[in-house]
């Protein structure tokens, strides 16, 4: 199984909506980081979250880690055609090992 | 430019056939790391370096899969005897040495073993 689960896989969002996208893991989240891909591309950092009830946000992206740490949402506002790609959560989830875990992927669409 | 390189971008191998990849991360990021991303999923990882020290091999799938850093800078990842599920894009990444930073990615090299 998964150590940490995105939801959902795949999303189609009409031009100006708003979406969420959710990362959740049964063990605590010691680093959240937030990631974008394009198909063919490398990962293209975006946030990190380190601390439980943290919140930051980038333009029209907010992310979010809950208090108990276990927890993260990805929210775009008006969501634009730029915005369209994969987003990975990937995490720390061993305190003091650099290694990351991702989630499998939400593949967004935005339609004009 | 300033990010991480990898070449080739695009490989094709038969079954049984070695290949190398190379990574050129950001000057002077200690940390080095590779991970393995299958169509449809997310990256895995494979290994970590700290300068030229290998701390983490555990993600490595079998002895089959090699990885270097002689001088703490440039990496290979070595690949012998190819087989079929060896195929998928290898992405590398460094970062500044500790804990809260983020990695930085290379574009990848896509592997396709025929």
């Known amino acids: 199984s998964q150590e940490l689960e995105q939801s959902p896989q795949s999303l189609i969002v009409q031009e100006g909506k708003n979406l969420t996208i959710n990362c959740t893991s049964s063990k605590t989240l010691y680093g959240l980081y937030w990631y974008k891909q394009k198909y063919g591309e490398g990962l293209i950092f975006l946030m990190m979250?380190?601390?439980?009830?943290e919140e930051k946000s980038h333009e029209k992206i907010t992310a979010k880690l809950d208090e108990k740490k276990q927890q993260s949402s990805l929210h775009i506002t008006a969501s634009q055609p730029s915005h369209a790609g994969i987003y990975l959560c990937g995490a720390d989830l061993n305190f003091g090992n650099e290694k990351l875990t991702f989630g499998t992927g939400t593949r967004l669409t935005i339609i004009p | 430019g300033a990010g991480v390189s990898q070449s080739p971008r695009y490989k094709v191998a038969k079954r049984g056939q070695d290949v190398a990849l190379r990574c050129d991360p950001i000057s002077g990021h200690v940390s080095l790391f590779w991970y393995q991303q299958a169509l449809g999923q997310g990256p895995e990882f494979l290994t970590y370096?700290?300068?030229?020290?290998?701390?983490?091999k555990s993600g490595l799938p079998s002895d089959r899969f090699f990885a270097e850093r002689p001088e703490g800078s440039v990496s290979t990842l070595k690949i012998q005897r190819t087989q079929q599920e060896d195929s998928a894009v290898y992405l590398c990444?460094?970062?500044?040495?500790?804990?809260?930073?983020?990695?930085?990615f290379g574009p990848g090299t896509r592997l396709l073993v025929l």
């Open positions: 979250l380190q601390k439980g009830g």
């Open positions: 990444a460094s970062s500044l040495e500790g804990q809260g930073v983020y990695q930085y």
């Open positions: 370096f700290q300068n030229e020290a290998q701390l983490d």
